[in-house]
């Protein structure tokens, strides 16, 4: 059963404590993404990676980390320099096969809080 | 720098009715255009995708059609139902193939 998994569901952080937000797919894609989503504002782009070892920053990368070791996996972690960290995460994977098809395909979320 | 909206932001139909969402992005130079649906505190569905060469794809009760010269898309949503009811999102890819650029969505509630 191909798909995205995110975990955890649901994460809580204390100021100033650096959590990991994993993403993990079996659908054999090369590019992974990170999207943040808030109330009543459109998904945007954290980080983004299209081949293992390699990723590049998206819209709002300043306080976030991600690392890409293997294909499958695609880890945000999101650092006490991230001062509004509360929110909404998104992975999501597509394939780069040359047919263009590239259909995106997302994870369940997890919802970051603040405590 | 490419820009998607959605109008309406928010729309409530009665069961039954046929409806339209509309998407609209600024630079037509896109690689293809896709429609998602979002339930509350769940990620999101892919629902249709429609290739940068094509005018429309069709999945069961869903339409979706793209025309890339004047910068539009629209999903149509033949006799809606109650399970209908979440948020409706398009996304554009540019030519590049990299990114997605995501309108803020249509919030859809359809009344039993």
């Known amino acids: 059963d191909g798909g995205i998994t995110q975990s955890p569901k649901y994460l809580f952080r204390k100021e100033g404590q650096n959590v990991t937000l994993s993403c993990e797919q079996n659908?054999?894609?090369?590019?992974m993404y990170w999207y943040r989503q808030d109330p009543g504002q459109g998904l945007r782009l954290i980080y983004y990676s299209q081949i293992v070892n390699d990723f590049q920053k998206g819209d709002i990368a300043e306080g976030y980390s991600v690392s890409r070791e293997k294909k499958e996996s695609f880890p945000l972690t999101v650092t006490s320099a991230q001062k509004n960290p509360t929110a909404f995460y998104l992975c999501?994977?597509?394939?780069?096969?040359?047919?263009?098809?590239?259909?995106?395909?997302f994870g369940q979320g997890t919802r970051l809080t603040v405590v | 720098k490419q820009e998607v909206t959605q109008i309406p932001a928010a729309l409530s139909v009665p069961e039954g009715e046929n409806l339209v969402l509309n998407c609209s992005f600024t630079?037509?130079?896109?690689?293809?255009l896709q429609w998602f649906r979002q339930d509350p505190g769940k990620g999101l569905t892919s629902l249709l995708l429609?290739?940068?060469?094509?005018r429309e794809q069709t999945s069961g009760r869903l339409n979706a059609s793209l025309d890339k010269s004047s910068g539009r898309s629209t999903l149509y949503i033949a006799a809606s139902q109650p399970g209908d009811s979440a948020t409706y999102l398009c996304?554009?890819?540019?030519?590049?193939?990299?990114?997605?650029?995501f309108g803020p969505g249509t919030r859809l509630s359809v009344l039993p």
């Open positions: 659908l054999n894609h090369d590019a």
């Open positions: 996304a554009v890819r540019d030519n590049y193939g990299q990114n997605f650029v």
């Open positions: 630079d037509s130079a896109i690689y293809n």
């Open positions: 429609i290739q940068s060469s094509q």
């Open positions: 999501a994977s597509t394939d780069t096969d040359g047919q263009g098809l590239a259909e995106a395909f």
